[in-house]
Structure formats: C-alpha cells, structure tokens
C-alpha cells in the first residue's frame, strides 16, 4: 500500500508521545481536512512484535457507520490498534470479555448487568453518590492545595464502582494501581524500571484475577448484594459463567468503572480553567451544569479509540476496506469534526445539540454512561460550591497513551476551608 502524506502523518498517532504532549489534535485536523481514511502501515515494535496496519477513521458519519453495523465491523479480533489475536497479550480475552465480544453473545452477556446501571437504577444512587463526594472535599478543604487528580476526581468513580462490586474499602487503593497498570501499561510512570509495559499490562492482569479470583471463592460461600455475586450466578442460555469469564467481567467493570471518569472530571475542570469566561457563565447560572458535563465530554473524549476489524470487502468515505483489515475510530476527532460541531474548537458549556460520540454508539455504547454523567454532575454543583476559587497551580501531567485521555496529575489551590 502506497504511503502517503496524510498516512505519514498518522504514524504519530502510534507514538504515546504525542498524546502525553496534548499534539493530536492537529493531527486529527489535518486528517480530516486531508484524508480522513488514511492508511498507518504495519510497524516493528522494539520487542519484536509487530504493530499491525489499520485505518484511521476521523469523521463523526463513518464512526457512525461502523458503528450501528456490528456484522461487518467486529470487536472479537482485539479493540485497540496494536491488539490482534496473533499479538495479544494476558489481560485482553478476546471473545470472552465484554468489551471483546461481538453479538449475539456480546448482547447475551451485557444483559447479565444491565439491570445495575438502567436509568433508575443510576438515579436511585444519586444521594449516596453526593455523600461520597462530599466525603472527598471534606478530606482535601482544609489543605488548600492537592492533586486534583489522586486526590478527588479518581476517589468519586473508584469508590461507586468498588462498592457495586462489594469490594472492601481496605483494597480500593489497590484496585486504583491495577486500573493504572492495565489501562497506562505505556506510561514509563506505571512501570517498574526495566520492564515493558507489556510486562507491566501482563502483571497487572495477573494480580486483578488473583484478587477477583478470591471474592468469586467467597461469593460462592456467601451471596452478597453485588455484581459479582450476579456474575457468580448468571446463566446464558442454560450455562453458568466459566470462572475465567467472571475474572474478565471484574477486570473490565473495575477498570472501565473508574479511570474514564476520573480523567472526564479531570479534562472538565482543566477546560474549565482554560476558559474562564465559560467558568463564570457557569459559576452564574448553575443550571447550565447538564449542558456543560455534555461539552465536557465532548471536548475532554476520555476513551481515546477503539478499533474493528472488517470481516468482509467493503467500502468506507469512497476507500475499500478489504475483509480482515482493521479500522482505528478516534473518538476526540470526531467530537470536532467539523461537519457536525459548529465551531468545534470552541469549548462552549451552552451547545445544542451536542450529540458527541464519547461514550460511543451501537452495540458497545458505554455501559456505565449513566452514571458517569451522574458522577459528574454531582461532583462539580459540589465541587464549585465548596471551593469556588479552585484554580490550577501547575501544568497538567497527560497519561502517554493512545488509548485512554488521561491525566495523571492536576496540580489545585484554593482557599481552605
């Protein structure tokens, strides 16, 4: 395949320096502009393994499209650009794990949990949710600087997501450093010295099912009110859950359940300081809350890409995508695509609509969407409340992945309290 100069381009969206220096924006730009389906050749990665080719997809109308036909475009073969079944390591359980699934069973196994995070099942946990996050700015008021980061955005999702699961307040910190493993495995700061961060991807797998491994053990001694007691007993079609299964879904529900949120909160209230006419809009007519947790979405896109693979010869925005190749879907390009977004580059806490694609859409559309929003919500009409001067005291540390939006640390100060 012929390399070209937007395909060139787009090699830097295989370098986790460019996420970790906020630079892929006007790489997304230009593909857009230029060729928004553009070809990333296969590369050799430094451990020897290859990095396969794939399609960039950048416009908001082939996300779409992708998207809404789970046929033709699966998940099964791996969801992240460097995954396939050949190079896939501990940890991803292609076909067994949720996210990694492709209907029918994909919508056998998403019913399992469905019940947990229903619209009223979501709201009915408002009250506790606003006690959790009260509890959080109780610890850090008095401070008048923290890490906003560490010490509040990642605390509200951790913790709703760990008591679902019934997870004993004792481990949550240990489930925030498997999260950093799994999902930051590239982050020289998740790594130990001299290991990969396929090594550190694989040890962080390991120790999330060795742990899942014992509260599965004691489900089955003893029902307890949460999801993994749901997971213990559920059935598809007539068949219980391997234990292998079970340890996939814990994986995923803990790690999904908390870092995608935290950095949506985080990228919210960096947006918020960059802004400070829209700060103040907000500040003034709190009602604007809703709208502005939709920009912030949009603007902040915390789950980065996610990546399909074609199972018949097809055609994309006039390209032929032939069976078996891959597609990339950059999820903070098509919140700024142009064609949609009237002035996409403004962050606009008043936009409508505002149908951004942060959580996805079609079969894998974000299971815990509803309370991410929720947890949003409440954390900022509390967060503002209480520290209305919050303000940055240095410059944001950005988590070097393709994958996840993340900051890492977010230096605040304000007037304790």
């Known amino acids: ?48 393994r290859t990095f396969p080719g794939f399609w960039n997809i950048t416009k908001y109308d082939d996300v779409q499209q992708i998207s809404r036909d789970a046929a033709t475009f699966i998940s099964g073969r791996g969801i992240t650009m460097g995954t396939t079944p050949e190079n896939a390591g501990p940890g991803v359980g292609l076909g067994k794990m949720l996210i990694v699934t492709d209907p029918p069973r994909h919508v056998r196994l998403r019913r399992l949990v469905n019940k ?8 009915l946990f408002e009250p506790h949710i606003r006690a959790i996050t009260t509890a959080i700015l109780d610890d850090i008021a008095a401070r008048g600087s923290c890490d906003f980061v560490v010490d509040v955005a990642a605390q509200l999702p951790l913790a709703v997501i760990c008591e679902m699961m019934g997870v004993p307040k004792s481990d949550w910190p240990l489930m925030f450093e498997l999260t950093n493993k799994l999902l ?27 742990y899942f491994s014992g509260q599965v053990a004691q489900r089955r001694r003893q029902w307890k009110d949460d999801l993994v007691s749901v997971l213990v007993d559920a059935e598809i079609d ?35 300081f ?15 809350l809703s709208a502005a947790v939709e920009e912030m979405l949009r ?21 032929p995508i032939a069976a078996g190749e891959r597609v990339v879907m950059w999820y903070p390009s098509v919140n700024r695509d142009e064609d949609i977004f009237p002035a996409p580059e403004c962050f606009d806490i008043t936009r409508h609509p505002n149908e951004h694609l942060a959580f996805g859409i079609g079969e894998h559309f974000c299971l815990g969407a509803g309370f991410a929003r929720l947890e949003m919500r409440v954390m900022f009409e509390e967060l503002l409340r209480r520290l209305p001067d919050i303000d940055q005291a240095g410059s944001p540390q950005r988590l070097r992945s393709a994958f996840i939006g993340g900051i890492k640390h977010l230096p605040v100060r304000y007037t304790p309290s």
Request: glycine share 10%; charged share 20%; with cysteine.
């Open 238 to 272: 007539g068949d219980t859950l391997s234990d292998e299964e079970i340890l996939y879904f814990c994986s995923m529900l803990i790690a999904a359940g908390n870092e995608t949120t935290r950095n949506a909160i985080t990228g919210g209230l960096l947006a918020l």
């Open 274 to 288: 960059e802004h400070p006419e829209q700060r103040a809009r907000l500040m003034h007519s709190p009602d604007l």
């Open 1 to 48: 395949m012929v390399q070209t100069p937007t395909s060139a381009t787009a090699q830097a969206l295989t370098r986790g320096d460019t996420f970790a220096t906020n630079g892929a924006h006007a790489v997304w730009r230009r593909l857009r502009r230029e060729g928004p389906v553009s070809w990333t050749a296969p590369q050799q990665r430094p451990d020897g």
């Open 184 to 210: 930051g495995a590239g982050d020289p700061e998740y790594r130990k010295d001299g290991e990969s961060s396929y090594e550190t991807a694989a040890g962080g797998h390991r120790q999330m099912f060795e």
């Open 116 to 123: 947990g995070f229903t619209p009223r099942a979501v709201a």
């Open 299 to 319: 603007w902040v896109s915390p789950v980065v890409h996610m990546a399909r693979t074609a199972t018949r010869d097809t055609v994309i925005r006039g390209t």
